[in-house]
């Protein structure tokens, strides 16, 4: 067996009491490796037959060697449905497959039981050890003992596999036989079990998917996966003797709510002070795997996961230990290429395997992550088996990865800015897709808790260089999507990573990335002392573009602190040197400036001038999201003056191209700005652009959600 019993929601007791704590591969009924082959029950209408092949059988016994049932099993409903539909199946053929200690072996006797009587033949049982540390049973053995059971003549079979399969399939012939294969390791071992007709069912369990026996010979799938946290708390306070509590759920959850997990720390509760050390301990990287082990050592989580990776081939143990490095939740294909120095075709291969051994778990959006305890388990392989200087170059490939990827990703949204340096030929992966706004952005979305990650790890190794690259090259996506805590914190880590690598012109880009991200969340005072520090180092260094960066970004934090006549006049002396520089983006970005602080000083032709002449000059300077804010701004400069057609047109254009950059916090207020002023004049364009709205705000948090729902709600009415 591969892992003890659960829980049972409704008790096999039946007084609901807790029985003794006991695996399922106790009492000697499965721990020995063998079938159960003395079980059997004398059918009342024994007689003697004979096989196809003319050989006499002895009286039918009808043999009865399912284990008990564990005595605490969680309901897990839809697993045995789908046992229920597949032995409905005249070939009943079902891979019940999962992670070590997951309950796999226990949901399939658990069923077994259930079912036994719909198999009125026999149940046959036996344990291929294919995770164990005993050598993994031969087919040979589990047929003889199988061949045992029906009293069936063994002679001049010894040690013949096909003579023992055919007469075997003989032997089930015209029955209906239940069989339960526990611990499979691979196909091999199961395939010459199988009966040869219909009317048996057989249920394998193994960690590996098997994704062979589905392939040649039909079997279903029953994946089985970590317990609900409802059972798994109820789990530990059956096995604990305890009432529940929240201490117990954040336990359960520690565990990775694995059954197995779960019962060697609930044994291990006995009070509420034993929970409170346990959390504690379990929140030590370096402890965790201890306390998962059991008083035998060979029922322990640790245990387990080694019977799983000394069967992997030398290129899955590399790849299961490397992967444990990446520091983020979960990760792609391409990332872990980097990371294992592999082609990206050979990486998948890598992930599907490990994927189906259950060591990963693939998830829906073609991302593959470790359960927790499974990762623990790989780190500590990964620090006993791999060199300091291989385990350090392995995180800077994925880190240089992704650097390259989100430099691809500034140059597509950002193209006019600066960027940081990459070296090209750092690494040879090729990047994904990244040629299209919407796509490049997607990538940094399902990407960016993990870069997040990256960005420590980078600072906690020491590799300062990437701790401040990376950072820098996301600040426009943090921009348009709006990541205020991520632009914040990482170009915090920026700066102290350029400090450490003393690159000034760093140093002064991090500072001012550092401003933006203060002053965007209204603590402009904070702003303009990052932007001051920018300005004193670029006039130390003499670096004029940095000192005429840092000088129009102070002149931003005028405005927010409510300066705005200081501010227009600094913003226009700006204007007038980015003119005599042909600056033509920084042109476009005061000339905006501008035109707000027109606005806020309740001059709104003043202000139209401004956003006229920007918007040449942004288009010249290919930056699309500048240009989409000035189509914005002109419809509510245009409205102020009264002229709501011209308005309705330029927010419909900065709709158009906010759209098409996937700018969705951008969208948003540019959809809500045209649904309003179209409510009485056009309610089927207001009503659509409303919808789309809140559509696009509901990912986003968005303060608005709820008035603009209501305004939807008032055009319906």
């Not at 340096?421 to 994904?432: H, I, K, R, Y």
């Not at 705005?564 to 905006?592: M, P, V």
């Not at 996937?662 to 659509?688: F, H, I, K, M, Y």
């Amino acid at each position: 067996m591969d892992e003890p019993p659960e829980i049972d929601h409704g008790s096999n007791g039946s007084d609901g009491s807790i029985e003794t704590d006991e695996s399922i591969e106790t009492g000697g009924s499965i721990e020995s490796g063998g079938s159960r082959e003395n079980d059997t029950e004398a059918s009342p209408v024994a007689e003697a037959r004979a096989d196809g092949a003319g050989v006499p059988l002895g009286p039918v016994d009808i043999p009865r060697q399912l284990p008990r049932a564990a005595t605490h099993f969680t309901d897990r409903v839809a697993e045995l449905a789908l046992l229920d539909e597949a032995a409905g199946r005249a070939d009943g053929l079902v891979v019940v497959s999962g992670p070590a200690g997951v309950g796999k072996s226990a949901l399939a006797v658990q069923w077994a039981r259930q079912a036994a009587d719909r198999f009125p033949d026999g149940q046959l049982y036996t344990d291929l050890r294919g995770y164990h540390s005993l050598p993994a049973q031969r087919p040979e053995e589990a047929l003889h003992s199988f061949l045992l059971a029906f009293n069936a003549p063994m002679e001049n079979l010894s040690g013949h596999l096909e003579a023992m399969e055919s007469r075997f399939r003989t032997v089930l012939h015209g029955r209906r036989v239940l069989m339960v294969i526990d611990n499979v390791r691979n196909a091999e071992q199961v395939i010459p079990l199988l009966p040869g007709s219909s009317g048996c069912c057989v249920v394998v369990t193994s960690r590996s998917e098997l994704s062979s026996l589905a392939a040649t010979h039909g079997a279903d799938r029953v994946p089985v996966r970590p317990l609900p946290q409802d059972d798994a708390v109820h789990l530990f306070s059956l096995v604990s003797r305890q009432g529940r509590t929240q201490q117990m759920a954040r336990l359960a959850e520690q565990c990775g709510r694995l059954p197995l997990a779960v019962r060697i720390v609930a044994e291990r509760s006995q009070t509420a002070a034993d929970i409170t050390d346990l959390i504690q301990t379990l929140e030590d990287p370096a402890q965790r795997m201890d306390v998962f082990v059991s008083d035998d050592e060979e029922t322990g989580v640790p245990m387990a996961l080694s019977w799983s990776y000394e069967g992997l081939s030398d290129p899955k143990a590399r790849a299961f230990r490397l992967l444990a490095l990446h520091a983020g939740p979960d990760f792609s294909p391409a990332s872990a290429a980097a990371l294992l120095n592999e082609t990206l075709e050979s990486a998948q291969r890598l992930l599907r395997s490990l994927k189906s051994d259950n060591l990963l778990e693939e998830m829906s959006d073609r991302r593959y992550r470790f359960h927790d305890l499974v990762r623990d388990y790989a780190r500590t392989r990964v620090l006993e088996k791999e060199s300091e200087a291989e385990r350090v170059a392995a995180v800077r490939r994925e880190l240089e990865y992704y650097l390259r990827c989100c430099d691809a990703v500034d140059r597509l949204i950002a193209p006019q800015r600066r960027h940081v340096p990459v070296d090209e030929n750092s690494f040879a992966l090729p990047l994904p897709d990244l040629s299209h706004p919407a796509g490049a952005l997607a990538w940094c979305d399902a990407e960016v808790v993990s870069i997040a990650a990256a960005v420590d790890q980078a600072r906690r190794g020491g590799m300062n260089d990437l701790a401040w690259k990376i950072p820098i090259s996301l600040i426009y996506y943090f921009v348009v999507r709006h990541h205020h805590t991520y632009r914040h914190d990482l170009s915090v880590v920026a700066l102290r990573a350029a400090r450490l690598c003393h690159d000034t012109s760093a140093e002064i880009w991090a500072n001012i990335c550092l401003g933006g991200a203060t002053g965007e969340v209204g603590r402009h005072t904070e702003a303009a002392e990052y932007f001051s520090a920018a300005l004193d180092l670029s006039r130390q260094t003499r670096e004029r573009e940095w000192e005429d960066i840092a000088q129009d970004n102070l002149n931003w934090t005028l405005r927010l602190a409510g300066r705005h006549e200081e501010a227009y006049a600094r913003r226009k002396e700006a204007l007038d040197r980015h003119t005599g520089e042909q600056d033509q983006r920084s042109q476009a970005i005061s000339l905006n400036e501008l035109a707000t602080l027109s606005l806020i000083l309740d001059q709104p032709e003043r202000a139209l001038e401004h956003l006229l002449a920007a918007l040449p000059l942004s288009l010249a300077a290919d930056d699309t999201l500048q240009r989409a804010a000035i189509l914005h701004q002109l419809g509510t400069t245009t409205l102020r003056l009264g002229d709501r057609e011209a308005a309705t047109d330029w927010f419909a254009q900065a709709v158009s191209l906010r759209r098409e950059s996937d700018d969705l916090p951008g969208l948003a207020d540019s959809l809500v700005e045209l649904g309003q002023l179209c409510v009485d004049t056009n309610p089927d364009t207001a009503r659509e652009a409303l919808t789309e709205a809140l559509r696009v705000m509901g990912p986003l948090g968005h303060s608005r959600t709820e008035e603009i729902r209501s305004m939807l709600e008032s055009l319906s009415s």
